[in-house]
């Protein structure tokens, strides 16, 4: 994808997140460059549906925590 195609389909699934939704896991990838996951933890930091952005356990993934657990 695209850094324009990724911004749409992940601010459709924030669209769509109810409010059971704890987080979602956004797979971007970490060889062919840095583009995508600059792109989702800068843009997504400040976003208001967005409690906190987590780097995941593997390299390639990052987490969009929308509430938290307890």
């Known amino acids: 994808m ?3 195609q990724a911004k ?14 704890y987080r979602l896991r956004i797979v971007h990838g970490y060889h062919g460059g ?3 996951r600059d792109m989702v933890r800068s843009t997504y930091r400040n976003h208001p549906k967005v409690l906190r952005v ?3 356990l593997n390299q390639g993934e990052t987490d ?4 938290d657990l307890f």
């Open 8 to 21: 749409i389909a992940i601010d459709s699934r924030l669209k769509k997140a109810s409010a059971s939704t």
């Open 64 to 67: 969009l925590v929308l509430r």
């Open 54 to 56: 987590e780097a995941g």
């Open 2 to 4: 695209t850094r324009y």
């Open 34 to 36: 840095t583009a995508l």
